[in-house]
């Protein structure tokens, strides 16, 4: 099938590479515009267009995907398909009518769970045991499209929100050509998500990771595995903001109030929590290196 190609994230690449090594055809790549990231406000690259330019794609960078010229670039081009994964924007409807057959999404949830920007994320930070990925024919609204496709995985009390991605990536890229190639063989099924099983994933913000001692162990444990890299999980010490990198679940109540350090040993800083204390085993205090 001749594809046009839509991500941005390191999650989309893996599905990129998968599709360049295929026996479909990539007509053009579009990812986010470049971003000035950091204090030196450096313009940097996203994942995708790092991956494409050491490859000599042709690659789309649209500011607004209601631009005239952009719009008219994609309907130049006589895609069957228009992929979409971790791209970061909703595509309009007058774009999603362009392709010849239809526009699918890859997601890193098993839908209707956890639509939204961060399902990785937050499907850490809320407990759950499984996930997966699932391939989805795409309409004008926010990942409610009828499922193709789903895989599940586990996920283990030592991932984090980089190791889950990178698993899902891997998983996500298999899915996906499956998907592809079910498309194109006129044989995939479309599933009408179930609106009552639905949950959201929103945008992670800064003050998504602040820690509430008060919660058990296990829920701060998993904040702090849920926002990695970005905001971190983090607390105050004298008035320095102070990073949550790595802890470990201790069962056992320590008879201190929560968010009071019960002791300090090789193996990390024991605090208490609501439930259970909270061994911290990696920090970073804020303008120190991580300790």
């Not at 893996?14 to 990231?37: F, M, P, Q, Y």
């Not at 008879?255 to 350090?261: D, K, L, M, Y």
Request: aromatic share 6%; with cysteine.
């Amino acid at each position: 099938m001749k594809i046009i190609f839509f991500g941005t994230s390191d999650f989309a690449v893996s599905a990129l590479n998968e599709l360049l090594l295929s026996k479909h055809k990539l007509l053009g790549i579009v990812t986010a515009v470049d971003k000035r990231k950091g204090r030196g406000q450096r313009i940097g690259l996203s994942p995708v267009k790092s991956f494409v330019q050491k490859r000599g794609l042709a690659l789309f960078q649209p500011a607004d995907l209601r631009d005239a010229k952009f719009v008219q670039c994609l309907k130049n081009e006589p895609a069957d398909l228009f992929v979409v994964c971790a791209y970061g924007r909703i595509l309009t409807k007058e774009v999603l009518r362009i392709p010849k057959d239809c526009a699918i999404n890859l997601h890193a949830s098993l839908l209707p769970k956890y639509r939204g920007a961060a399902p990785v994320n937050w499907a850490i930070i809320r407990g759950e045991k499984e996930t997966g990925v699932t391939a989805f024919k795409m309409d004008e609204y926010m990942d409610k499209g009828e499922i193709i496709l789903q895989r599940k995985t586990d996920i283990s009390l030592s991932d984090t929100a980089v190791s889950l991605a990178e698993k899902l990536s891997k998983i996500g890229a298999e899915v996906l050509l499956e998907a592809i190639d079910l498309i194109e063989q006129k044989k995939a099924t479309f599933i009408t998500q179930d609106e009552s099983r639905a949950s959201s994933a929103p945008k992670l913000k800064k003050g998504d990771g602040l820690i509430n001692w008060e919660a058990a162990a296990s829920e701060i444990h998993n904040r702090v595995r849920g926002l990695q890299p970005w905001p971190g999980a983090f607390t105050y010490f004298e008035n320095k903001l102070l990073k949550i990198r790595q802890s470990r679940i201790v069962g056992n109540e320590q008879g201190r109030s929560p968010g009071e350090v019960a002791d300090i040993s090789e193996k990390g800083i024991l605090v208490q929590t609501g439930r259970g204390g909270l061994l911290i085993t990696v920090l970073q205090l804020e303008g120190k290196k991580e300790m």
